[in-house]
């Protein structure tokens, strides 16, 4: 090796980040070569001279930092009252409906994410997409932050995610689409503990056996967000209230939940109410590709 191919490597064997074969092929040309050495010896100088330049970063430097990483949060007014939007420079991390103080959300917002929050001003298009939801309206994308929570919450909220606008499906629907099917109720513990409400809508998910069913803040809000969406509530609870639970079309041979896109385009005279999916596959019925309605096994 001559001095052109020692030279970058200088740092290297000082450090000894090389291969053994390399670094005794530098020691060799070393013996012979005072140039190089002298190469080396400037190397090991600045090295120790930079020890001593490392200076602390101002504290307003470090303060700035912390308040743009930070979690924020800040309230709008809508219909329902007072919505505090958590959030960091990820996207939405908790909304709360609440009439409570800043003190109080902040507590809240620590016991549920193990972090203090500080005021802030959420971007325009996080408030619009909680205005938006709550208006029955389907809210533009936005991101949703879930860091913390156990990978099954993070598979439910997903698939919750999907369900449209204006359409509601069981409990049972959606552990099926977890990928649990048996954890009916852990799937209900998952909504009762959704930090994110309206955009990640557990407003649209009800009873297998029909109905509206409960809500954190109150079947009667529940009743109202999905009117909004174009959902006739007291159909479904007098469907509920008459064993019905799919809608099937006599013109195409599918069966849907009630609510779905398809089953809603079905005209009255072509309807056809089943209690259960074995009574619908029973009279040749198959289920929607858009639904996706639960079928009993055989």
């Given at each position: ?14 450090t ?5 074969t ?15 050495r ?18 602390p ?113 069981p ?52 009743r ?30 599918i ?44």
């Amino acid at each position: 090796m001559d001095c052109r191919e020692i030279v970058p490597h200088l740092d290297g064997y000082r450090t000894g980040e090389m291969l053994p074969t390399i670094r005794r092929s530098i020691a060799d040309h070393l013996k012979e070569c005072p140039a190089c050495r002298k190469e080396l010896e400037m190397l090991e100088r600045l090295t120790k001279t930079a020890k001593h330049l490392s200076v602390p970063a101002p504290s307003r430097i470090a303060e700035q930092v912390r308040v743009a990483t930070a979690d924020r949060y800040s309230v709008t007014e809508t219909d329902f009252g007072r919505v505090w939007i958590g959030f960091t420079p990820k996207g939405i991390t908790l909304l709360r409906l609440s009439s409570e103080d800043a003190d109080a959300f902040e507590t809240h917002y620590q016991h549920r994410l193990g972090r203090r929050p500080v005021p802030g001003t959420a971007p325009d298009r996080y408030v619009e997409a909680v205005r938006m939801a709550l208006e029955g309206r389907k809210p533009h994308s936005v991101p949703i932050v879930l860091d913390g929570l156990a990978d099954f919450e993070r598979i439910v909220l997903d698939h919750l995610a999907r369900i449209p606008v204006g359409e509601v499906r069981p409990y049972a629907w959606l552990a099926r689409e977890a990928g649990r099917p048996s954890a009916v109720r852990a799937v209900g513990t998952v909504m009762a503990r959704n930090p994110v409400p309206f955009l990640l809508p557990c407003h649209r998910v009800v009873p297998s056996t029909g109905g509206v069913g409960n809500y954190g803040y109150g079947s009667q809000m529940k009743r109202e967000l999905l009117e909004r969406e174009g959902v006739a509530v007291k159909t479904l609870e007098a469907m509920a209230h008459s064993h019905i639970r799919f809608t099937g079309s006599r013109t195409t041979g599918i069966f849907c939940y009630p609510t779905c896109r398809h089953a809603r385009r079905i005209g009255w005279e072509n309807q056809v109410a089943f209690a259960t999916s074995g009574e619908a596959k029973a009279k040749g019925y198959r289920p929607c590709r858009h639904c996706r309605p639960l079928v009993e096994a055989g």
